[in-house]
């Protein structure tokens, strides 16, 4: 990631928008619940304030890019892994029920391993081949968890 | 004496070899499933319940007990070993637990939390054992206006978790009380960010956030430059304690004790600020604040002490007025239920076997688990030295079963994603985990005794002022806030409210 | 003659029906049966739930399992069993929050009527209980004291929707008087508060406050069955102090996806009616303050008849509330 000026860091810009943009979408929620009256506090009341608060301490936080400077040094973003680990924690919640236990920890453990640059296709199948083999046996084994060992989609 | 009477009936009963079996069972699997990431106490018990159908009460309770304690233990190794925190407490073991662990201190940190938690649980079973009742009845006395007050002055006292720049850790603090109040209001039913998702009216599950902002973003961060440099946790060197660093932790266990046998007899929240609270203290305290965040063994010491104690005191409300403290309590309460027996202010006296068995059986699962856990460190170090590559794919498999498996929900899962995404965009950005965690956990309760107060007081909002317990800790809250304002109002430096960036 | 032959056809439909029934109901059920319980593990409807299971699973031969999905009040459960394939093997075990979800939840994602009945399990009383220092008695002195202009006595519930709440909400509609209901989430903290005398009043299952009426931590008005109570003999009821009609139970029950076949439910309606003599059940539902349900409720029919009645009721209250 280029920096436009070494000297200071953009992660107080990058912070500030992020509380900024959250500050927004939930004071913007938050205008349409009930305030409270009559010395009573009502649904509203806490999250329009805590909005504002975020609000400002956005702008503050944001604002200390021109004055601050920092020794930050930006390492790159591991796209690969943030696309594989998200990617394979949805299929866990999507498809667990379906799959079962062992093939979507078969699965999940894979992608997740192809994350590292490390792993190569056949190490990232060994580590999940372990992965499926000692969940079954604590989960299922150990601590019965409610997921079928194989799900439906395998007609057992 | 009468309390000599008593133990020897509870030791008797806790002797018996079945209960003696039992206990141990527990301990050992509390400890085992409280290792593996995402999952706590809560899941661990919630799936062991049906096991303790066929047992007598005194055994059934003294397994589910010894799990509970044992899985605090074992949450501590997780936080420690690879940065994931199981529930709130341990999120503070994590802050210096995991930064020890990094630079080769694992085994240290883990024997720091080992005997921490052996003599904070000794010291409050012991406390139990004395003065069950009599505490029981300070529980009864504190209110909404007076947990308010508490919960108010334990947000101002932690935020001496950030060690980085203070503005962004109150912008994490207060990211954490918003999105407690995602969810259906509990006052007037309205539903609140809930986007038209049935799924989030029960609020954002706080495994879900831990996993994501504490076990999921530090993997990404791992992964940002595999080549570059060292990945994961260094290789450990020595295992025990030196007599310097025995030295060192003295003081917080003892503090960490005190502090958490008094907040986990509150049941309205007192449990949750226990290892906040003691984290403060010591940094307070420290002759060298600026460790803390960096691998301060005190940061260790102290938290662990206190979460293990309140974790056996959090036993008081539940033995002797039968008012369940946290989740983890009102799954024993429903284990007694299951046995027939209410929990309630008669069950001492009526079930003496009972009450006592499982009061003698903690001190002596407590003395398993340490003598369970100090080997176990050299195991649990072994463990850093499986390759981060295949370490860190086990971790989000764990971490996604243990998030489902709470509420067989796909929803918490999808969460985990949420929160990893934000949680190390924030991270990289020089903000911290922990402060959010702690905003998030102590939100709910602020509101909920705020608002709570105020309904019955019928809207004065004197009652904060008049009722005297509150009024001290209001005020102590604004001395805090003075101490912490004079110094950057004389233009000096506080290391607590530094502003250099980490 | 053509009355005869629909007649006839009708019968040999029947025929039909009942043999293919009964070849289900041999072969019901051949693998485990998950009841879901749509609440945190070790809750109260959890209790009675893995109870009941486990009794069941004697009489059915087969493991019963039990499985916790909590969240929005247990209509996100309820909404998954609704949605569960028809075949006996998912069943749902909640109590009469069930009733209110329509009326609560304007986002449910079932109908109510995507579900059928398996059978009632147990009614549990509920206490309507006191602060021990409250300057009130009886029932009567009490609405005595809820009348008084200007005061507006606290009443605790666990939470918008839970039964508490719906008796509370029953109390100012019967009284006509003004409470101030206080949420807790969930009855221990509200009961903290009640002996702490911080709150007035509560109106709670028995479970939650046989105990600390009988250790004189607070005060008992009456119960809320149209008896009084084995456990709590002394306590008169609402109905016999003179609110007439005063009833509610937390009662629970177990239903099916609607589609199961009538044999299968048959066949776990006998299963539960054969689980609620079972010695321990009966035991371990005193401990609870209840007892199970007679075999006759424990079926199908009685369970429909209830439950209509049950969701007329309630969601008139709570329009009326709003």
Same mark, same amino acid.
């Given at each position: 990631?280029?920096?436009?000026?070494?000297?200071?860091?953009?992660?107080?810009?990058?912070?500030?928008?992020?509380?900024?943009?959250?500050?927004?979408?939930?004071?913007?929620?938050?205008?349409?619940?009930?305030?409270?009256?009559?010395?009573?506090?009502?649904?509203?009341?806490?999250?329009?304030?805590?909005?504002?608060?975020?609000?400002?301490?956005?702008?503050?936080?944001?604002?200390?890019?021109?004055? %601050?400077?920092?020794?930050?040094?930006?390492?790159?973003?591991?796209?690969?892994?943030?696309?594989?680990?998200?990617?394979?924690?949805?299929?866990?919640?999507?498809?667990?029920?379906?799959?079962?236990?062992?093939?979507?920890?078969?699965?999940?453990?894979?992608?997740? %391993?192809?994350?590292?640059?490390?792993?190569?296709?056949? %190490? %990232?199948?060994?580590?999940?081949?372990?992965?499926?083999?000692?969940?079954?046996?604590?989960?299922?084994?150990?601590?019965?968890?409610?997921?079928?060992?194989?799900?439906?989609?395998?007609?057992? | 004496?009468?309390?000599?009477?008593?133990? &020897?009936?509870?030791?008797?009963?806790?002797?018996?070899?079945?209960?003696? +079996?039992?206990?141990?069972?527990?301990?050992?699997?509390?400890?085992?499933?409280?290792?593996?990431?995402?999952?706590?106490?809560?899941?661990? +018990?919630? *799936?062991?319940?049906?096991?303790?159908?066929?047992?007598?009460? !005194?055994?059934?309770?003294?397994?589910?007990?010894?799990?509970?304690?044992? &899985?605090?233990?074992?949450?501590?190794?997780?936080?420690?070993?690879?940065?994931?925190?199981?529930?709130?407490?341990?999120?503070?073991?994590?802050?210096?637990?995991?930064? *020890?662990?990094?630079?080769?201190?694992?085994?240290?940190?883990?024997?720091?939390?080992?005997?921490?938690?052996? $003599?904070?649980?000794?010291?409050?079973?012991?406390?139990?054992?004395? &003065?069950?009742?009599?505490?029981?009845?300070?529980?009864?006395?504190?209110?909404?206006?007076?947990?308010?007050?508490?919960?108010?002055?334990?947000?101002?006292?932690?935020?001496?978790?950030?060690?980085?720049?203070?503005?962004?850790?109150?912008? *994490?603090?207060?990211?954490?009380? !918003?999105?407690?109040?995602?969810?259906?209001?509990?006052?007037?039913?309205?539903?609140?960010?809930?986007?038209?998702?049935?799924?989030?009216?029960?609020?954002?599950?706080?495994?879900?956030?831990?996993?994501?902002?504490?076990?999921?973003?530090?993997?990404?961060?791992?992964?940002?430059?595999?080549?570059?440099?060292?990945?994961?946790?260094?290789?450990?060197?020595?295992?025990?304690?030196?007599?310097?660093? $025995?030295?060192?932790?003295?003081?917080?266990?003892?503090?960490?004790?005190?502090?958490?046998?008094?907040?986990?007899?509150?049941?309205?929240?007192?449990?949750?600020?226990?290892? $906040?609270?003691?984290?403060?203290?010591?940094?307070?305290?420290?002759?060298?604040?600026?460790?803390?965040?960096?691998?301060?063994?005190?940061?260790?010491?102290?938290?662990?002490?206190?979460?293990?104690?309140?974790?056996?005191?959090?036993?008081?409300?539940?033995?002797?007025?039968?008012?369940?403290?946290?989740?983890?309590?009102?799954?024993?309460?429903?284990?007694?239920?299951?046995?027939?027996?209410?929990?309630?202010?008669?069950?001492?006296?009526?079930?003496?076997?009972?009450?006592?068995?499982?009061? &003698?059986?903690?001190?002596?699962?407590?003395?398993?688990?340490?003598?369970?856990?100090?080997?176990? +460190?050299?195991?649990?170090?072994?463990?850093?030295?499986?390759?981060?590559?295949?370490?860190?794919?086990?971790?989000?498999?764990?971490?996604?079963?243990?998030?489902?498996?709470?509420?067989?929900?796909?929803?918490? !899962?999808?969460?985990?994603?949420?929160?990893?995404?934000?949680?190390?965009?924030?991270?990289?950005?020089?903000?911290?985990?922990?402060?959010?965690?702690?905003? $998030?956990?102590?939100?709910?309760?602020?509101?909920?005794?705020?608002?709570?107060?105020?309904?019955?007081?019928?809207?004065?909002? *004197?009652?904060?002022?008049?009722?005297?317990?509150?009024?001290?800790?209001?005020?102590?809250?604004?001395? +805090?806030?003075?101490?912490?304002?004079?110094?950057?109002?004389?233009?000096?430096?506080?290391?607590?409210?530094?502003?250099?960036?980490? | 003659?053509?009355?005869?032959?629909?007649?006839?056809?009708?019968?040999?439909?029947?025929?039909?029906?009942?043999?293919?029934?009964?070849?289900?109901?041999?072969?019901?059920?051949?693998?485990? =049966?998950?009841?879901?319980? #749509?609440?945190?593990? /070790?809750? #109260?409807?959890?209790?009675?739930?893995?109870?009941?299971?486990?009794?069941?699973?004697?009489?059915? /031969?087969?493991?019963?399992?039990?499985?916790?999905?909590? /969240?929005?009040?247990?209509?996100?459960?309820?909404?998954?069993?609704?949605?569960?394939?028809?075949?006996?093997?998912?069943?749902?075990?909640?109590?009469?929050?069930?009733?209110?979800?329509?009326?609560?939840?304007?986002?449910?994602?079932?109908?109510?009527?995507?579900?059928?009945?398996?059978?009632?399990?147990?009614?549990?009383?509920?206490?309507?209980?006191?602060?021990?220092?409250?300057?009130?008695?009886?029932?009567?002195?009490?609405?005595?004291?809820?009348?008084?202009?200007?005061?507006?006595?606290?009443?605790?519930?666990? /939470?918008?929707?839970? =039964?508490?709440?719906?008796?509370?909400?029953?109390?100012?509609?019967?009284?006509?008087?003004?409470?101030?209901?206080? #949420?807790?989430?969930?009855?221990? #903290?509200?009961?903290?508060?009640?002996?702490?005398?911080?709150?007035?009043?509560?109106?709670?299952?028995?479970?939650?406050?046989?105990?600390?009426?009988?250790?004189?931590?607070?005060?008992?008005?009456?119960?809320?069955?149209?008896?009084?109570?084995?456990?709590?003999?002394?306590?008169?009821?609402?109905?016999?102090?003179?609110?007439?009609?005063?009833?509610?139970?937390?009662?629970?029950?177990?239903?099916?996806?609607?589609?199961?076949?009538?044999?299968?439910?048959?066949?776990?309606?006998?299963?539960?009616?054969?689980?609620?003599?079972?010695?321990?059940?009966?035991?371990?539902?005193?401990?609870?303050?209840?007892?199970?349900?007679?075999?006759?409720?424990?079926?199908?029919?009685?369970?429909?008849?209830?439950?209509?009645?049950?969701?007329?009721?309630?969601?008139?209250?709570?329009?009326?509330?709003?």
């Amino acid at each position: 990631m280029p920096m436009t000026n070494p000297q200071r860091s953009r992660n107080d810009l990058y912070v500030g928008a992020i509380f900024i943009s959250l500050a927004i979408f939930f004071g913007s929620e938050a205008r349409h619940y009930d305030l409270g009256a009559g010395g009573q506090v009502g649904p509203g009341l806490f999250p329009v304030v805590l909005s504002v608060l975020l609000l400002g301490l956005g702008i503050a936080i944001g604002l200390q890019y021109w004055r %601050a400077h920092s020794d930050h040094q930006a390492r790159p973003v591991p796209w690969r892994a943030l696309v594989l680990v998200c990617l394979s924690l949805f299929l866990f919640g999507y498809a667990s029920d379906d799959l079962g236990l062992v093939p979507i920890v078969f699965i999940c453990t894979a992608l997740t %391993a192809l994350s590292s640059t490390q792993n190569s296709f056949a %190490a %990232a199948l060994i580590i999940a081949a372990v992965m499926s083999l000692l969940c079954f046996a604590v989960f299922k084994l150990g601590l019965g968890i409610n997921l079928p060992s194989f799900g439906p989609v395998f007609g057992l | 004496m009468d309390l000599l009477s008593n133990l &020897a009936l509870g030791f008797e009963t806790a002797f018996s070899p079945v209960n003696i +079996i039992w206990c141990f069972v527990g301990v050992l699997l509390g400890t085992l499933v409280g290792v593996l990431p995402g999952i706590g106490p809560t899941a661990t +018990i919630a *799936m062991l319940l049906p096991i303790t159908f066929t047992f007598s009460p !005194v055994t059934a309770l003294i397994m589910l007990s010894g799990i509970y304690y044992g &899985a605090q233990y074992g949450g501590s190794t997780t936080a420690i070993l690879i940065n994931l925190p199981g529930e709130s407490s341990s999120a503070v073991t994590a802050v210096d637990g995991y930064q *020890m662990a990094r630079r080769g201190r694992a085994g240290q940190a883990l024997a720091t939390a080992a005997l921490g938690s052996f $003599f904070a649980g000794s010291v409050a079973t012991l406390l139990l054992a004395m &003065a069950a009742p009599p505490l029981a009845s300070v529980a009864i006395r504190f209110g909404s206006p007076e947990y308010f007050a508490l919960i108010v002055v334990g947000l101002l006292v932690s935020i001496s978790l950030a060690h980085g720049s203070m503005l962004k850790a109150l912008g *994490m603090i207060v990211l954490g009380l !918003v999105l407690a109040t995602v969810g259906q209001d509990a006052y007037t039913g309205t539903p609140r960010f809930t986007l038209g998702q049935l799924e989030l009216y029960g609020g954002i599950n706080f495994v879900s956030i831990a996993v994501g902002v504490f076990g999921v973003a530090e993997i990404f961060r791992n992964l940002e430059d595999e080549r570059g440099r060292e990945v994961g946790v260094k290789h450990v060197t020595h295992l025990w304690l030196s007599r310097e660093e $025995f030295r060192r932790i003295a003081a917080p266990v003892m503090r960490g004790t005190a502090l958490g046998s008094i907040l986990g007899i509150l049941p309205g929240g007192g449990h949750v600020l226990a290892s $906040f609270a003691s984290y403060a203290v010591e940094k307070k305290s420290s002759k060298h604040p600026e460790e803390f965040g960096h691998g301060a063994i005190e940061g260790v010491a102290g938290p662990e002490s206190a979460n293990n104690a309140a974790a056996q005191t959090s036993f008081i409300p539940l033995l002797t007025l039968g008012i369940p403290a946290h989740p983890v309590m009102a799954l024993i309460l429903g284990a007694f239920i299951l046995q027939g027996i209410v929990p309630g202010p008669k069950v001492i006296s009526s079930q003496p076997e009972l009450f006592w068995g499982i009061v &003698a059986s903690m001190w002596i699962g407590n003395v398993m688990l340490v003598i369970l856990n100090l080997p176990l +460190i050299g195991v649990w170090v072994k463990l850093l030295s499986v390759p981060y590559r295949a370490l860190f794919p086990a971790i989000v498999t764990f971490a996604a079963i243990g998030c489902y498996s709470i509420n067989n929900n796909p929803f918490d !899962v999808y969460a985990v994603i949420v929160f990893g995404v934000l949680g190390y965009a924030l991270i990289r950005c020089g903000c911290e985990p922990a402060p959010l965690l702690l905003g $998030f956990v102590l939100g709910g309760l602020l509101e909920e005794h705020l608002r709570r107060a105020l309904i019955i007081a019928h809207g004065d909002p *004197m009652v904060f002022i008049q009722n005297p317990i509150s009024a001290v800790l209001l005020a102590v809250g604004v001395i +805090i806030l003075v101490v912490a304002a004079l110094p950057s109002i004389r233009g000096k430096r506080d290391e607590v409210f530094a502003e250099d960036e980490g | 003659m053509i009355r005869h032959m629909i007649a006839t056809a009708a019968m040999l439909a029947a025929l039909a029906a009942s043999t293919h029934n009964a070849a289900a109901q041999d072969t019901f059920p051949s693998k485990p =049966v998950t009841i879901l319980v #749509p609440a945190a593990a /070790g809750g #109260p409807s959890d209790t009675v739930a893995r109870l009941v299971g486990q009794a069941m699973s004697a009489n059915l /031969g087969q493991q019963v399992l039990i499985e916790n999905k909590g /969240g929005a009040g247990g209509s996100l459960g309820t909404g998954q069993v609704a949605k569960a394939a028809p075949d006996g093997y998912t069943l749902l075990l909640y109590h009469i929050g069930v009733s209110t979800f329509a009326a609560l939840y304007p986002a449910l994602p079932y109908k109510p009527s995507e579900l059928t009945s398996v059978g009632l399990v147990t009614e549990v009383p509920m206490t309507l209980v006191g602060r021990s220092d409250l300057k009130a008695n009886t029932i009567a002195e009490l609405l005595a004291l809820m009348k008084q202009p200007g005061t507006s006595l606290t009443i605790g519930t666990a /939470g918008v929707g839970a =039964v508490s709440h719906l008796c509370a909400q029953m109390l100012e509609q019967a009284t006509g008087a003004k409470l101030t209901k206080v #949420p807790y989430p969930g009855s221990g #903290p509200a009961m903290t508060d009640l002996i702490g005398k911080r709150i007035d009043l509560m109106c709670d299952q028995t479970t939650n406050t046989t105990n600390q009426i009988k250790a004189g931590e607070i005060k008992a008005f009456g119960v809320t069955t149209p008896k009084r109570i084995a456990i709590l003999p002394d306590v008169p009821t609402v109905d016999e102090s003179g609110l007439k009609g005063f009833e509610i139970t937390a009662w629970h029950a177990v239903w099916a996806p609607k589609g199961t076949p009538e044999a299968v439910r048959v066949r776990l309606s006998q299963a539960l009616q054969v689980a609620l003599k079972d010695p321990v059940v009966i035991e371990r539902f005193a401990a609870l303050g209840t007892v199970p349900v007679e075999p006759t409720e424990a079926t199908p029919a009685a369970l429909d008849t209830h439950f209509k009645a049950e969701t007329a009721r309630l969601e008139a209250l709570l329009k009326t509330a709003n």
